[in-house]
């Protein structure tokens, strides 16, 4: 089990990456049905590409995508965080919050938890105005985390990463506020 976490919420940990995660984090990016929502699963390449990427956007931005685990277990179990998109549309560039965990860690609670987590950290440590999500049209599970956490459904979009995969390019974008978020959690 690992304690090196820069922040906890009951049941998670979460910490920047190392290329120990390897390993797991491509089995979980090659898994078809955690990729469902994206163009392909990922090769172990593309993977390390990610983590190397998620190190060096922490460096920049002082938070990315962060490697979550089980405490009690020390267990990897996926990706919930926050990270700057440049992507053109009429609500970046902006920080976003996303997850993707393995499938052994669905249905649990867990991305609710870390996302609701991560949003205190995003309105109360880095002090950022809103927060947005994107998914696409069909990714319901995602969607109803969104809703959870309490954000708002913002706009339908053609996501421009996606304009090559015409089956994901329609997408939702949700969004919270700092104030929208205080008043929700009675701050």
Not at 49 to 54: A, K
Not at 157 to 184: G, M
């Amino acid at each position: 089990m690992k304690n090196n976490y820069l922040f906890t919420s009951e049941r998670l940990g979460f910490r920047e990456w190392t290329l120990d995660d390897l390993d797991d984090f491509a089995a979980m990016n090659a898994d078809p049905e955690v990729m469902a929502h994206f163009p392909k699963p990922l090769t172990r390449e593309e993977s390390e590409e990610f983590i190397n990427r998620l190190q060096k956007h922490y460096k920049t931005y002082g938070h990315c995508y962060y490697a979550a685990e089980i405490k009690d277990t020390g267990e990897r179990i996926g990706f919930i965080g926050l990270a700057y998109q440049t992507f053109n549309s009429q609500f970046t560039p902006a920080t976003d919050i996303g997850w993707r965990l393995k499938r052994s860690a669905w249905g649990k609670g867990y991305a609710t938890e870390g996302a609701q987590r991560c949003l205190e950290l995003a309105f109360q440590d880095l002090h950022l105005k809103q927060i947005f999500a994107t998914c696409t049209i069909q990714n319901n599970r995602s969607e109803q985390v969104m809703k959870k956490i309490g954000m708002t459904r913002l706009a339908e979009f053609k996501h421009p990463k996606l304009a090559a995969y015409p089956e994901h390019e329609n997408c939702v974008c949700y969004r919270i506020t700092n104030s929208e978020w205080h008043l929700q959690n009675n701050f």
